[in-house]
């Protein structure tokens, strides 16, 4: 399948949120959060959309200062597993070396081995853990890509 990486559009943040929920269920953003994060100036989204342009997958970063946060990133669960992914993770790293920023800070479920291997592919490292962080009681593991040397 071929896919298409561009930023996401207001007309697809309902969508955006739907897969949200589908994905992380209980530590899902509400719609009013979508919005709120998709009007902000500091922010920029991308969309993965498969070839019939059907939004499949989605991450966006918060640009604060000299670092920068990424602040969600999810692939429909029947598309993981495909490389999305690293693709889009690639692109989001793409904007943050532009805007040079000198490191990216993340937070993920610390039971969500996918994703914790592809960001320590991309040579995110642990940095902090904090305990009981989602709604559902799991722990949140802070990963940080330092680009200070590069």
Same mark, same amino acid.
């Given at each position: !399948? ?11 943040? /309902? ?5 949200? =929920?589908?994905?992380?269920? /209980? ?6 959060? %979508? ?7 500091? @922010? ?6 498969? +070839? ?5 997958? %989605? ?18 669960? +029947? =598309? ?7 693709? *889009? ?13 000198? @490191? ?13 291997? *592809? ?10 853990? @904090? /305990? ?10 802070? !990963?940080?890509?330092?680009? @200070?040397?590069?």
């Amino acid at each position: !399948m071929k896919i298409q990486i561009e930023e996401l559009g207001w007309w697809q943040v /309902a969508k955006a949120q739907k897969i949200d =929920h589908e994905t992380f269920n /209980a530590s899902a953003w509400s719609i009013e959060t %979508f919005w709120s994060e998709f009007s902000q100036r500091n @922010r920029y989204y991308l969309a993965v959309n498969d +070839e019939n342009k059907e939004l499949i997958g %989605f991450g966006g970063i918060a640009f604060n200062g000299s670092d920068c946060d990424l602040q969600t990133m999810v692939i429909k669960k +029947e =598309h993981q597993g495909k490389g999305f992914g690293t693709k *889009l993770l690639d692109e989001l790293l793409l904007k943050v070396s532009k805007q040079k920023s000198q @490191r990216v800070f993340l937070e993920v479920v610390s039971d969500n081995e996918k994703a914790i291997n *592809l960001y320590k592919s991309k040579n995110f490292q642990q940095v902090a853990k @904090r /305990a009981n962080y989602y709604p559902n009681g799991k722990d949140a593991l802070i !990963m940080q890509l330092d680009l @200070r040397s590069n």
